[in-house]
């Protein structure tokens, strides 16, 4: 036999080979019914296939299927088996429910007359166990229960408060007034449309919250004037891509690249990303347009003609009145909780600088299993951006230390900002302590940056030690020799009598009878 394989007779013999074995895997896929629910176990590692049979009429095909063991995972593909490396749409979420849709009308795949097959995998080291069912529809989502379906054109007629960009009448669409709050749900693997008109030409900032009021789902909010937001043409983005944000918000203002301005705006809550569509997402949403940075926060007035904030006190840190200061004592320890995904800021107002001071903040974490950051800044509000210094507490250890030089302290001003920036889900609790580290030669410093000399020693710094002379001292000491010795000196010499009486005593005259002469002792 030639064994060449390119010759006529192995081709054939490839092919029979490749028949037969589509043939023995083609004899193992379940063929479904439409609307029918299908359970299956798969052993680790494995595969179990599906097929349904499309024929022109329908408009979409959907595949939902519920986990109840293990970690399945679906794949998807046109007129051949799927593996997890070769198909055409998948899911693979770690959520319980898993959904693929495949519409004529949208997508990157598009449905087509034919044969689809379905196949779940079993991920990891345990068996999966799962139930699935497909539907056909001869309208997009069969309307999605808010719309009337055209067979003959396969589109629908949306209800009022449907009526979007969606096809499948799926999304519902408000009409927003500014400032209130509107309460609400986006089911999963849907989104949710807010109308609203800006009308005031002094508003320098359009800002969009959205509020968690329970689940995990990982949403994305999308802001974008004059037309509905998608996940690939918006103004403004925010994303949650691991379900534990509290908040989201979007803004525009005058300086970004679409700025803010009069007119209709559109918001998006997008609960359809991929990996994502296992929970609904109940919501709180309200939209402001303010004439001042975020309208104060709450926290001062706003001058409509400036744009600029008065903030209340202990409220003047940033422009916007949006961080509260807890002013820190020197030496005093400051506790705090700081709330998941929050930031706390501290205020430090230095007494007036001396050379030789420098500025030590000590952050410690109180029995948290998560470290925050922590940043210092002069003057504003410090953050990852736009900071003096900054530092991570690591994993080794509770406590992390920040220090400002005494230079950089009398140049910068005696007003420095700390913020701790929780970056997890949990609170973390933190004792703050500020204190000014004065290089005091002998002695301690003090928290206000003054020393504490040690016996012995004196001046600013501890540099001088009592009873040791100085220059000046020696000068003045040696004056006061040189005039006392000229004082002896004119005593001596009778400059000054008065003066010298006991020290200079007249002498006696002693009269010897051995000579003719007089002799005079002194």
């Known amino acids: 036999m030639n064994r060449n394989r390119n010759s006529p007779e192995m081709r054939r013999i490839l092919a029979l080979i490749i028949a037969c074995n589509a043939v023995f895997v083609l004899s193992k896929v379940e063929w479904l019914e439409p609307e029918r629910w299908y359970d299956a176990t798969v052993a680790p590692g494995h595969y179990h296939y599906y097929g349904i049979n499309v024929t022109e009429e329908y408009a979409e095909l959907s595949v939902d299927m519920k986990a109840s063991g293990g970690d399945p995972d679906i794949y998807v593909r046109f007129n051949n088996l799927p593996t997890k490396e070769v198909y055409d749409l998948s899911d693979t979420s770690i959520t319980t429910d898993h959904l693929i849709r495949i519409r004529s009308d949208e997508g990157q795949v598009r449905l087509r007359a034919g044969s689809y097959y379905i196949a779940v995998y079993a991920y990891g080291s345990a068996e999966a166990r799962s139930s699935l069912r497909a539907r056909l529809y001869k309208c997009p989502g069969d309307c999605s229960g808010h719309g009337s379906c055209d067979a003959a054109t396969k589109t629908c007629q949306c209800n009022e408060g449907y009526r979007t960009d969606r096809s499948d009448c799926s999304a519902q669409l408000l009409k927003l007034q500014l400032g209130e709050t509107y309460v609400g749900t ?37 802001l974008r004037r004059g037309g509905f937001p998608s996940p690939t043409h918006w103004d403004a983005q925010d994303i949650d891509f691991w379900g534990a944000r509290s908040e989201l918000e979007v803004a525009v203002t005058r300086d970004s690249e679409v700025p803010v301005r009069t007119g209709k705006w559109y918001l998006a809550i997008d609960n359809e990303r991929e990996g994502a569509s296992g929970e609904d997402f109940p919501f709180k949403l309200t939209v402001h347009g303010y004439a001042c940075p975020r309208g104060c926060s709450g926290h001062g007035t706003c001058n409509a003609e400036s744009h600029e904030c008065a903030c209340d006190p202990e409220w003047d840190a940033a422009k916007d009145c949006s961080a509260a200061n807890h002013p820190l004592s020197l030496g005093v320890d400051h506790v705090a909780s ?65 220090r400002v030089a005494s230079g950089d302290l009398l140049e910068q001003g005696n007003i420095w900002f ?25 002695g301690k410093s003090n928290p206000d940056g003054s020393c504490d000399c040690n016996r012995g020693w004196t001046g600013t710094f501890c540099e001088e030690k009592r009873g040791v002379m100085t220059r000046a001292g020696a000068v003045v000491l040696s004056l006061a020799m040189l005039s006392v010795g000229m004082l002896v000196a004119f005593c001596i010499k009778r400059y000054w009598p008065e003066l010298c009486a006991r020290r200079q005593p007249e002498p006696t005259l002693q009269y010897s009878n051995l000579g003719t002469g007089l002799i005079g002792d002194q």
């Open 418 to 442: 700390v913020q701790v920036d929780n970056e997890h889900e949990r609170p973390v609790n933190v004792s703050v302590r500020a204190a000014l580290a004065a290089f005091c030669a002998h």
């Open 338 to 402: 700081v709330l998941g995904f929050e930031k706390a800021n501290f205020k430090i107002v230095l007494p007036a600088m001396r050379g030789g001071s420098e500025l030590v903040v000590q952050v410690r974490t109180m029995g948290s299993e998560h470290y925050p950051r922590v940043y210092i800044n002069p003057l504003t509000l410090p953050d990852a951006a736009s900071r003096w210094a900054a530092n991570r507490l690591p994993q080794a250890s509770d406590t992390a230390v920040l």
């Open 186 to 222: 986006v089911p999963r693997m849907s989104t949710l449309y807010a109308e609203f008109e800006l009308k005031d030409e002094n508003a320098i900032e359009l800002r969009g919250f959205l509020q968690r009021r329970g689940g995990y789902a990982r949403v994305q909010l999308l």
